[in-house]
């Protein structure tokens, strides 16, 4: 799996748009982006995941750089409940075998009141 | 069920006795995977089930630490004669196939601490 950067910290305030960054300049074609979360106490939660086109769902949205070094996964109106810890993976999607998650450390979001 | 649920959710154990940790996954998930944190550190991946094919069992720190699966669904993992470096949350995930599409839905873990 392609490593990745992570700030190991963030803050923001409560309303405002969380633009976390990722960089993974050593990615590979077949390698996707995925961003989980990990709330206090409770496991991770899958957020959202792209290959190079940009991703919208409910929970996030995922930029992609054209060259696909680096990525941001945007929070566009953060909540008190929006601090956990944020973790950009990325890993190959095999069409035989297996590969796990691997988990950095993540980078620690505070929003603030 | 409607998530991943794992019991005991905490489990305090003095230090050489065997424990074991219980995995329900989502009914009609095919993979299954156990993960461990330690305090303040990222995760740590232990091994790997998917379907009836034989586990990943890459991660698994030393022999004393065991899993199974029971008909493809419920699984133990088992850690014999406890150490203190044992001591973490043990996380079980479980997605649909092996594969990113349907993500890795975890459970809330269970806290084990070898006193």
């Known amino acids: 799996d392609a490593k990745t950067t992570q700030p190991p910290s963030m803050d923001c305030a409560e309303g405002r748009a969380a633009n976390l960054p990722c960089n993974h300049s050593t990615i590979s074609g077949n390698e996707y982006v995925y961003w989980y979360r990990q709330i206090h106490s409770q496991g991770p939660q899958y957020i959202i995941h792209g290959l190079k086109n940009n991703e919208t769902n409910e929970m996030a949205s995922l930029i992609i750089t054209e060259d696909r070094k680096s990525s941001t996964l945007i929070l566009p109106h953060a909540t008190l409940r929006d601090t956990a810890v944020y973790y950009c993976i990325v890993r190959a999607v095999l069409n035989t075998g297996f590969q796990k998650l691997v988990f950095g450390t993540g980078t620690r979001l505070l929003v603030s009141p | 069920g409607a998530g991943v649920s794992q019991s005991p959710s905490n489990k305090v154990t003095e230090k050489g006795k065997d424990v074991e940790l219980r995995c329900d996954p989502i009914s009609g998930h095919t993979a299954l995977y156990w993960y461990r944190q330690s305090l303040g550190q990222g995760l740590e991946f232990l091994i790997y089930f998917q379907g009836n094919s034989a586990p990943d069992k890459s991660g698994l720190p030393s022999d004393r630490f065991s899993a199974e699966r029971t008909g493809g669904s419920v699984s133990t993992l088992t850690i014999q004669r406890t150490q203190q470096e044992d001591s973490a949350v043990y996380l079980c995930?479980?997605?649909?196939?092996?594969?990113?599409?349907?993500?890795?839905?975890f459970g809330s873990g269970t806290r084990l601490t070898v006193v």
């Open positions: 995930a479980s997605s649909l196939v092996e594969g990113f599409t349907y993500g890795y839905t």
